[in-house]
């Protein structure tokens, strides 16, 4: 029985070693695979409504990477790189962007206003929640609950989510499902003035 106990610690132990996440071996696929769309480290991407990948949240940007690889979240641009990851893979890649910086980003002085009131106060009239509930007064997420950081993330990236959440296109799981009714009582102009505020939020 001792032995049997042991061994099992032993296989625990070693399953989980096996997971643990490489930021090295995550860089060395970012290179090769995901440089051309986000930019170097994730921080410029080559078109404003991509997504800026750096510091996101290690959790997060690995239960993105899995949902896209599985179809549950989709995104055509993604699949054919994703479909060559494994589990490690992701792991990986996610922890090699959550140790990148996210770049300082700037807000529009004409919408920062109405972003902010949003942002931080949510629009009880309309059963609209504040953004700070699961984002933080400071943009930075809740790694534990898998929120993604928003402090600095592109305002086109922000729009174009916003926009995919109020339309169904990226509403597939409780999470999401949170932002899609969020998103469905937003006016374009008020997920600009939203976008524009976290871009600049510090």
Do not use: W
């Not at 042991?6 to 290179?31: K, N």
């Not at 996101?56 to 055509?76: C, P, T, W």
């Not at 996610?94 to 996210?102: I, R």
């Not at 106060?121 to 007064?137: E, K, M, Q, T």
């Amino acid at each position: 029985m001792k032995k049997l106990l042991t061994g099992l610690v032993l296989t625990f132990g070693l399953a989980g070693l096996a997971q643990a996440a490489d930021p090295s071996a995550g860089e060395e696929i970012a290179q090769n695979q995901c440089v051309s769309c986000h930019g170097q480290n994730g921080v410029e991407p080559l078109q404003p409504n991509y997504a800026r990948l750096a510091g996101l949240g290690e959790d997060y940007l690995f239960k993105q990477l899995r949902d896209i690889k599985s179809g549950d979240r989709n995104v055509a641009a993604m699949m054919g790189i994703v479909a060559n990851l494994d589990k490690q893979d992701m792991r990986n890649l996610a922890a090699y962007f959550n140790e990148q910086e996210m770049p300082r980003g700037e807000a529009d002085s004409e919408k920062v206003d109405a972003g902010k009131s949003l942002y931080r106060g949510g629009d009880l009239s309309r059963d609209v929640a504040a953004c700070i509930a699961c984002h933080g007064p400071k943009g930075l997420g809740n790694e534990p609950a898998g929120y993604p950081r928003l402090s600095g993330q592109s305002a086109e990236y922000v729009v174009k989510s916003l926009k995919d959440y109020r339309s169904g296109d990226r509403v597939y799981d409780e999470q999401s499902q949170i932002m899609g009714d969020i998103a469905s009582k937003l006016t374009d102009n008020e997920m600009q003035a939203v976008a524009e505020y976290v871009e600049g939020l510090y």
